[in-house]
Nanobody, 118 residues
Framework: QVQLVESGGGLVQPGGSLRLSCIAS????????MAWYRQAPGKQRELVAK???????NYADSMKGRFTISRDNANNTVYLQMNSLQFEDTAVYYC????????????WGRGTQVTVSS
């Protein structure tokens, strides 16, 4: 079965950086748009950043300039570099894969916790 496994979360001070990774298995990775979502306590899950199969990126407004999404098709991995982290970035971050043509092929990882605290 398809697996998306996130890693790289943790505790960081305000202004710090983290890099999240998501390794996908049992999919043809290059055919999928990959995205990071996050969900803070008591809030709805929201899109953080997305990268299409062709490499086009887009970001939620509050992440522009601070976060960078990238992908390594050779290693079935998508990354999220997060800089200048703020208290409000505290959330569980989830990896998502959606097939570029077959939207029902839509998979989620279990998430990784990011906590920004002094």
């Amino acid at each position: 079965q398809v697996q998306l496994v996130e890693s790289g979360g943790g505790l960081v001070q305000p202004g710090g950086s983290l890099r999240l990774s998501c390794i996908a298995s049992r999919i043809i990775f290059s055919l999928y748009s990959m995205a990071w979502y996050r969900q803070a306590p008591g809030k709805q899950r929201e899109l953080v950043a997305k990268i299409t199969s062709g490499g086009t990126t887009n970001y939620a407004d509050s992440m522009k300039g601070r976060f960078t999404i990238s992908r390594d098709n050779a290693n079935n991995t998508v990354y999220l570099q997060m800089n200048s982290l703020q208290f409000e970035d505290t959330a569980v971050y989830y990896c998502n894969a959606v097939h570029a043509r077959i939207q029902t092929f839509n998979y989620w990882g279990r998430g990784t916790q990011v906590t920004v605290s002094s």
